[in-house]
């Protein structure tokens, strides 16, 4: 079966994204085929590539982010991925509210998947500086590797 994820911020623009390019650069290295998406709970962005400081963290890190556009995620999108993991409690809270009954979606917390990190938020870089850009970074790219483990050991 192939696994399908769905990491979700608030405007799709910034964390998220960066997850997304993250997990995809991560699973390519290690020769893993998984279906891999992000979404927003926010409508602000919609259409919109990612935050040019998230593009160009990414860069700096070997990955190419800039041709993801940014889009709202939908009360269907909980029938449609095997996995959705927020990046922060607060989107956490807010899936939970937009998850209908029926879905089978697990619906977690991004950084519970990354041992030591269990309740954390990746922080929101979007009001602050690039320094904060790297650290969204260090944060996906761990869980990501973290994720990748939990799925190959399957
Ligand atoms: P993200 O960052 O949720 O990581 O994409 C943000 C991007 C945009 C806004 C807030 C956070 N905004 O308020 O427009």
Known sequence: MTHSILFVCLGNICR??????????????????IHIDSAGTGSWHIGDPPDSRAQAAARANGVEISGQQARQISASDFDHFHHILAMDGSVLGDLALIQRPQSPAALSLFLDHLPGR??????????????????????VAAGAEALLDLITAR
């Open 118 to 139: 269990e309740g954390q938020d990746v922080a929101d870089p979007y009001y602050g500086g690039d320094d904060g850009f790297q650290t969204v970074w260090d944060d």
């Open 16 to 33: 998220s994204p960066m997850a997304e390019g993250a997990m995809r650069a991560a699973a390519e290295a290690r020769g893993i085929d």
